[in-house]
């Protein structure tokens, strides 16, 4: 079953729009952990964040902003103000103790940003 | 520098062809990963290794070989690789049995011809 569903595949915003990506997860355990990641054109994947189950506090980073609702079991992420250098893949991913914190990634959301 | 180091970056061979992927990290993590990504198609883990020891291979090929001399080194062997191979294979390293997430390497295209 999969762990993680990233509903949307892909999303095309204008510069300076808002883009939110949607992550909705799935587990058993109480303490657990989500990532978002950033695959840019190069391929490699960078590490956005990181927020544990207990804290249920959004978190703002600049343009980025993150929901984590566990009443809904979602971690959405919000790009403010969207630039043609946030056109990537976008990951969110769960880190569960069951299974030895390995990684369950979404099947990724690809954002284009257009000038 | 990411911290976890692949190489090369790109690599075509012939599907007769012999050849090896490299991974290198520095990190003090104590397990590694092999991913494979084709186009369109979601993150595949392939092989996981903690304290050297491989503990996971999900039903990858023969024609793939995994190798970890150490925690800080492992590589992905192919041999008589079919086109369908052609994807990024990336590299991942982290923590072992901690939620810190993982450091990816930024990966290796191949494509097979």
């Known amino acids: 079953a999969q762990k993680v569903t990233q509903a949307q595949t892909e999303i095309s915003v204008v510069e300076k729009e808002d883009v939110t990506l949607d992550c909705v997860y799935e587990t058993r355990d109480t303490t657990y952990y989500l990532f978002w990641y950033k695959q840019p054109p190069s391929g490699e994947l960078v590490f956005l964040i990181r927020r544990n189950s207990f804290d249920e506090q959004n978190e703002i980073s600049g343009r980025y902003s993150w929901n984590f609702q566990k009443s809904t079991s979602s971690f959405n992420f919000t790009i403010t103000a969207s630039q043609v250098v946030d056109s990537a893949v976008y990951f969110c991913?769960?880190?569960?103790?069951?299974?030895?914190?390995?990684?369950?990634f979404g099947a990724g959301t690809t954002v284009t940003v257009r000038a | 520098e990411t911290g976890v180091t692949q190489t090369p970056r790109h690599l075509v061979m012939g599907m007769t062809n012999k050849k090896s992927l490299k991974c290198e990290q520095h990190?003090?993590?104590?397990?590694m990963y092999w991913y494979k990504q084709s186009a369109k198609k979601p993150l595949e883990l392939m092989f996981v290794?903690?304290?050297?020891?491989?503990?996971e291979n999900n039903s990858v090929p023969s024609r793939f070989s995994p190798e970890c001399p150490n925690s800080s080194h492992l590589f992905l062997h192919l041999h008589t690789l079919q086109p369908e191979d052609s994807a990024l294979y990336l590299c991942a390293s982290s923590h072992q049995g901690q939620g810190y997430g993982y450091t990816f390497g930024s990966g290796t295209r191949l494509t097979v011809v």
């Open positions: 991913a769960l880190s569960e103790p069951r299974d030895d914190y390995k990684l369950s």
């Open positions: 990190l003090g993590h104590n397990a």
């Open positions: 290794y903690n304290f050297k020891e491989q503990t």
